[in-house]
């Protein structure tokens, strides 16, 4: 069975002052289902190079045109292209929810994905990050979306924001980021530090011009001399 080996005691302290002071700003954020996982898999595809605006659209009209994720598995390419039109990039996704879906099916014989929480997180991870165009982000999503497991996933914002705190050291990329992350949160806590660090990365921590001067972070956060 494989474990997460837990990082650093010093960076699981700054987590967790990270989270208090974040939790005073956004308070509690409690785990929800979003979509059940072959759902979930369709999302976040529709939700490469979009806003989520535009990839909600996208997807709740493919579900409204076809109903059902077999459906989408048997139809034409063309059709799930036209299907998914005003989520941007459709003919690229279109093929994208096609493989993919059909891979799920073949292999598992339906789309109930419900097995993957009974597993180890890391094996979990691995047997998404073995489907066609799976990555760590993507399976993080489902994971921790769907089944509400602690598994972390490093979007834009999550990146930068822990890069500046210097949770995640300068070279470490995102994808190494996912696992370093989950290393330095509680289990239980990964979802709701998820929230914040996204939430602060829109709010405050911005890509170009980071609000320090009215970030509550500021005692904890290296980068803040650079930027303030
Ligand atoms: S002090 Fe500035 S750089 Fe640091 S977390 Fe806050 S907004 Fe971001």
Not at 132 to 155: E, H, Q, R
């Amino acid at each position: 069975m494989s474990r997460i080996k837990r990082g650093s005691k010093a960076k699981q302290a700054k987590v967790k002052e990270v989270s208090s002071l974040l939790s005073q700003i956004y308070g509690p954020i409690p785990w929800e289902p979003r979509y059940h996982a072959a759902e979930e898999l369709v999302y976040t595809i529709l939700s490469q190079h979009t806003s989520d605006i535009n990839s909600e659209r996208a997807f709740l009209n493919l579900m409204k045109v076809f109903g059902d994720l077999d459906s989408i598995t048997d139809a034409a390419v063309e059709k799930i292209e036209l299907a998914i039109r005003r989520g941007g990039l459709s003919k690229t996704k279109a093929p994208r929810i096609k493989s993919i879906l059909n891979e799920v099916r073949d292999e598992v014989g339906s789309f109930d994905l419900s097995f993957l929480s009974e597993m180890p997180l890391e094996d979990a991870k691995k047997w998404l990050i073995n489907l066609k165009g799976v990555g760590p982000k993507t399976a993080a999503i489902i994971l921790c979306f769907s089944f509400g497991m602690p598994a972390m996933p490093v979007d834009t914002h999550i990146y930068r924001v822990s890069q500046r705190l210097a949770l995640v050291g300068k070279k470490v990329s995102a994808e190494k980021a996912h696992d370093l992350l989950e290393s330095i949160v509680e289990p239980e806590e990964v979802f709701q530090f998820h929230m914040y660090l996204i939430k602060h990365g829109r709010d405050t921590c911005k890509a170009q011009r980071p609000r320090c001067t009215d970030c509550t972070l500021t005692d904890l956060c290296p980068a803040f001399k650079k930027y303030k």
